[in-house]
């Protein structure tokens, strides 16, 4: 069920009122409950996958645990990674894989017949599939102690609000909260309701409605001009923020609500002034994990400065491969990763400009983020279009097709500025109080003004006809 | 709105003495109603709405649910003897009979179904009908209820359970849970209900900036669907039982507040109907004749009761035109009200052409009559009489010498456009001698004129003639024959005839059917005579003259 649905409307009270009633460890069990039920939702069959992921991994890490022999934990591990990485495969990548290769051999002249599963991609499969890898990983790396209560490990792996789209937590921060009595304070229910309803109005009003303009700009089959094109990929960006950093605030807001503190996954991404700075405030745990369990893994920083760049690409390659079995995604990927790679070329020569006085102070750091910005944007091009064909079009459109913009397309730029002006102020209150998760931080009047604003426009501008999360597809 | 206000300004006012987390909830509510007493909360500003707001731009179900609104806060009207509520079908049936009679009125929403009425049971009843009459075809009972029904419809409160649960018994109830949800939210806050008028209201200023400032669209390959097909696509067995339920839930509430309730079979344009089609409507027939016999005061008219439409009834897909309508109401109201159908003749009631072009011809024609000169001849009729001017011009003269004659006729005229023009035409003026009429062909092609309607309508038309112009002499041409001989407007025609052929009694109306002298021996139009099987070649004008020539002598050589 999705968050911003009828179901969750009547399901979450529920099972809250449920929550506060129960001891500790009825809480755990209700919260398993919990989390099947939600997952079940959309499918029931999809629940034999995340228990048999959750047994193995149980089973192995105790195991691992329980074993001095280097070897044998060594293929404990395997046995971990092949399980999930081979879920994640079968179901998220095989069709993509061979279709690509039918294709691949039929440009070489060599027809072969492909196999295709045609299996539909369980939701939140790239999530739980990393979440419980870091957790085998950590207990191989011997910085994590088994848990051994089944249930508290499986509430780990299926804990509902951040099952199908993140924050992907790690197992030393989210598993002793589960072990833990839990006291909810005042201070975190009013900082769960104030995230929730952020997550919502991000989510039902930006993103759902900025939605409507990317869906028709790269639904169009024919030629669109550069103005519209801008306007799309802008609006993109907003939407993208919106529908994903608002299911992570919903998310956090909701494990607030239970005394659980989960990881914030967004702070900030578009006010960074580099590609660095970007994979530190966007998906941030996505980023810190494959940073931890792909990148460091392949050498890091180590070696040479081309080991350092290769590392860099590779880690985007397959960090952009996870977002979805397509090419365009692939190619996103390659782009963050030369940006990445480029960014750490140019270092000395940045220093040298910082040095010299040049774009220091507030406008030389608005310029910078600005132009950061735009360079994200370009990215979003990618990731929206839907296939590398359309990528080019479009960029082609960006850089050549420019004229008088046309009646639509001036509707569409004022509805873009319609959709994100209220939730930038109210961005920018946080960004002035530097804190996401709390409304304590914003001047009273500010935070009334502010909240009166958000509810009327969510009311009258609020998208209730249930869009998917895009996150969901990952 | 005055309570509104009040409590505005108690939470206002009073914010200061509550503890700190409790003074911002306050003031936050506060605020919230004072924006929604001015956006949403006062008669001005739904007047403003009313306004502004165009159905083509907002939409006509938006549209429909403003003028609700506004009726709400300012009409507080007397009881009503019949109330007709259904979609914009229903508004076009009863509109303009509903401005003759005052206790008649109509509850109009676009594209209105049976769910829609149980929505708006409360709005219904508030305008205190003694009886409610519902216009329901095939269509309406087997399409899917939009889910936007319940987006917009009035508050619910305890009705909401049941409603839940009828939808939720859908095959793909589930698909409700959108809408559902946003009713959830209208109940509590009418700005997710009403939000359409502040959205509409943005997009009209965005839409005038663009318009100002941009360059127009390129057209877009937009992929134009067949209505016909989105039509037919719409029916669906699986809706049926659904809006049944919906209906008998909606009569029977009606019933339990007295209101009688009259469902009357509705048609759509027959050229939707398919074979899939047919046997679902000959089914909705049968169920709703059953809903009636099983639920006391409810009343089921079939059409065969009220009104058998075809397609020239049509406008379009599913508006009848306003003549069809007008009678309809009548007949309608009269069978609900236990009287026989009236006797409404819409081919004997004066009636005007929305064509500039015909404006234009009566008009020159009655400046004729009023400027010119007396006429001996004067001719009435439709294009076959006008063609006197065209490709009969010589022959007139030729057959006749130089009589004066004057031709009023108008093509395409039907009766009731002769008798609009015939209270404007001073014909008193012309003194004329003889007047030959020839109309009645075009009424032919009408399915839902009936020959007898025909026959009298033309029969006025001679009575008129003859009260306003005692001296002269009316020469009745029956209806010449068209078409193929199988034809259903030749029938009609010959049936006409067979009626007007009785109809002569006064001897200043001679009654002449030359039809006889314009077909082959195996009863065919000769196609010399009429090329198209309707109008006249110069040598059908030359048939018809010289016919026409010794009736016309006796009469101007009369004294």
């Given at each position: 069920m999705l968050f911003n649905s009828l179901r969750f409307l009547v399901f979450f009270p529920v099972v809250y009122a449920a929550y506060r009633a129960l001891g500790h460890r009825w809480q755990n069990r209700l919260l398993l409950l919990a989390s099947y039920v939600f997952y079940a939702s959309w499918d029931w069959r999809f629940l034999s996958l995340i228990l048999f992921s959750t047994a193995v991994d149980y089973v192995c890490a105790l195991r691992m645990g329980r074993s001095a022999d280097p070897r044998a934990r060594q293929r404990l591990l395997l046995v971990s990674l092949i399980t999930n990485l081979g879920l994640l495969g079968t179901f998220k990548y095989f069709d993509f894989f061979s279709t690509s290769l039918v294709r691949l051999m039929g440009a070489l002249g060599i027809a072969i017949d492909g196999v295709t599963l045609h299996v539909i991609l369980p939701v939140g499969i790239s999530f739980y599939t990393f979440q419980t890898l870091s957790y085998t990983i950590d207990v191989y790396r011997g910085r994590l102690e088994p848990e051994s209560n089944f249930a508290d490990f499986?509430?780990?792996?299926?804990?509902?609000?951040?099952?199908?789209?993140?924050?992907?937590?790690?197992?030393?921060?989210?598993?002793?909260?589960?072990?833990?009595?839990?006291?909810?304070?005042?201070?975190?229910?009013?900082?769960?309701l104030w995230m929730v309803a952020w997550g919502f109005f991000l989510k039902m009003f930006m993103a759902d409605n900025l939605a409507t303009i990317v869906d028709d700009v790269f639904g169009r089959s024919g030629a669109?001009?550069?103005?519209?094109?801008?306007?799309?990929?802008?609006?993109?960006?907003?939407?993208?923020?919106?529908?994903?950093?608002?299911?992570?605030?919903?998310?956090?807001?909701?494990?607030?609500?239970?005394?659980?503190?989960?990881?914030?996954?967004?702070?900030?991404?578009?006010?960074?002034t580099s590609p660095r700075e970007f994979w530190r405030h966007w998906h941030i745990t996505l980023s810190s994990w494959l940073r931890d369990y792909l990148y460091v893994p392949l050498g890091g920083n180590r070696g040479s400065r081309w080991r350092v760049q290769r590392n860099l690409l590779l880690t985007m390659l397959l960090g952009g491969l996870w977002h979805g079995a397509g090419w365009t995604f692939v190619l996103w990927g390659a782009y963050q990763g030369v940006a990445l790679a480029v960014q750490r070329g140019c270092e000395p020569w940045e220093r040298r400009i910082a040095a010299a006085g040049f774009l220091g102070g507030p406008a030389g750091h608005a310029v910078k983020v600005a132009l950061m910005f735009h360079l994200t944007c370009l990215g979003w091009l990618i990731f929206r279009a839907t296939s590398v064909a359309q990528a080019g079009d479009m960029l082609t459109s960006l850089l050549t097709r420019w004229q008088l913009p046309t009646e639509s397309t001036l509707i569409q730029a004022q509805q873009l500025l319609l959709y994100t002006a209220l939730p930038l102020v109210v961005h920018a209150l946080q960004w002035r109080a530097r804190d996401v998760t709390t409304w304590a931080a914003i001047p009273p009047v500010a935070r009334v003004a502010a909240a009166v604003a958000m509810v009327y426009a969510m009311l009258v501008w609020g998208n209730y006809g249930g869009g998917e999360f895009i996150y969901f597809q990952f | 709105m005055v309570a509104g206000l009040a409590l505005v300004a108690l939470g206002l006012g009073q914010a200061h003495r509550l503890p700190s987390p409790w003074r911002g909830v306050a003031r936050g509510l506060a605020g919230l109603g004072l924006v929604r007493i001015a956006l949403l909360g006062n008669p001005w500003i739904w007047q403003f709405y009313s306004q502004v707001h165009d159905p083509h731009e907002i939409g006509w179900r938006q549209a429909d649910v403003i003028r609700h609104q506004l009726d709400d806060q300012f009409r507080s009207r007397p009881g009503l003897r019949w109330l007709a509520v259904g979609s914009s079908q229903t508004g076009r049936i009863y509109g303009e009979y509903a401005k003759e009679r005052d206790d008649l009125d109509v509850f109009v929403l676009s594209a209105m179904t049976?769910?829609?009425?149980?929505?708006?049971?409360?709005?219904?009843?508030?305008?205190?009908?003694?009886?409610?009459?519902?216009?329901?075809?095939?269509?309406?009972?087997?399409?899917?209820?939009?889910?936007?029904?319940?987006?917009?419809?009035?508050?619910?409160?305890?009705?909401?359970?049941?409603?839940?649960?009828?939808?939720?018994?859908?095959?793909?109830?589930d698909r409700y849970d959108g809408p559902m949800a946003e009713l959830l939210l209208g109940e509590v806050f009418p700005e997710a209900k009403y939000g359409f008028v502040l959205r509409g209201t943005a997009d009209k200023v965005m839409h005038r900036v663009a318009a100002r400032a941009g360059r127009p669209d390129p057209p877009r390959e937009t992929s134009a669907r067949d209505r016909v097909a989105w039509l037919r696509d719409s029916f669906d067995e699986r809706y049926v039982e659904l809006n049944l339920h919906f209906l008998r839930e909606f009569s029977t509430r009606m019933r339990s507040r007295n209101i009688e309730v009259v469902i009357v079979e509705g048609r759509?344009?027959?050229?939707?109907?398919?074979?899939r089609t047919r046997p679902l409507a000959q089914r909705v027939r049968e169920d709703l004749a059953a809903m009636a016999r099983d639920i006391e005061g409810v009343v089921y008219l079939p059409s065969e009761e009220t009104l058998v439409l075809g397609e020239d009834d049509f406008d379009d897909l599913s508006h009848v035109t306003e003549e069809v309508g007008q009678r309809l109401a009548r007949r309608v109201i009269a069978r609900?009200?236990?009287?026989?159908?009236?006797?409404?003749?819409?081919?004997?009631?004066?009636?005007?052409?929305?064509?500039?072009?015909?404006?234009?011809?009566?008009?020159d024609l009655e400046h004729q009559v009023r400027q010119g000169p007396a006429a001996p001849v004067v001719l009435l009729g439709d294009s076959i009489i006008e063609g006197w001017q065209g490709p009969g011009k010589d022959v007139w003269r030729r057959v006749h010498g130089e009589i004066d004659v004057l031709n009023l006729a108008v093509s395409a005229d039907r009766t009731e456009h002769v008798l609009w023009r015939l209270q404007r035409l001073e014909l008193e003026r012309l003194r004329p001698k003889a007047i030959v009429v020839l109309i009645g062909t075009n009424n032919c092609v009408r399915r839902s004129q009936t020959a007898a309607e025909i026959a009298e309508a033309i029969g006025v038309?001679?009575?008129?003639?003859?009260?306003?112009?005692?001296?002269?002499?009316?020469?009745?041409?029956?209806?010449?024959?068209?078409?193929?001989p199988s034809d259903p407007a030749r029938h009609k025609a010959a049936e006409v005839n067979s009626i007007l052929a009785t109809l002569v009694g006064d001897a200043f109306v001679h009654y002449l059917d030359l039809g006889a002298a314009f077909v082959d021996g195996d009863g065919r139009v000769r196609a010399d005579l009429m090329p198209d099987q309707l109008h006249l070649s110069t040598a059908g004008y030359e048939v018809w003259a010289r016919h026409l020539e010794p009736a016309l002598a006796a009469i101007l050589d009369s004294p």
């Open positions: 499986a509430l780990f792996v299926a804990f509902f609000p951040q099952l199908v789209a993140g924050p992907i937590e790690r197992a030393e921060h989210l598993l002793p909260q589960i072990r833990r009595k839990r006291n909810v304070t005042s201070e975190q229910i009013s900082a769960g669109v001009d550069g103005p519209t094109v801008l306007i799309a990929v802008y609006a993109f960006a907003f939407q993208i923020f919106g529908d994903f950093a608002g299911y992570s605030f919903i998310a956090k807001g909701i494990g607030s609500l239970m005394g659980i503190e989960l990881s914030t996954n967004f702070l900030f991404p578009y006010l960074v | 049976p769910l829609d009425m149980v929505l708006h049971e409360e709005a219904i009843a508030r305008r205190r009908p003694a009886g409610v009459l519902l216009y329901l075809s095939d269509f309406d009972i087997a399409r899917e209820p939009p889910g936007n029904a319940l987006v917009t419809a009035p508050r619910q409160g305890l009705r909401l359970p049941r409603l839940w649960a009828a939808l939720h018994a859908l095959p793909m109830g759509y344009n027959p050229v939707v109907a398919d074979a609900a009200e236990g009287r026989p159908a009236p006797h409404y003749n819409p081919a004997a009631t004066p009636a005007a052409k929305e064509s500039a072009q015909w404006r234009a011809r009566a008009a038309i001679v009575s008129e003639l003859r009260e306003r112009l005692p001296e002269t002499h009316v020469l009745l041409l029956g209806l010449f024959p068209r078409g193929e």
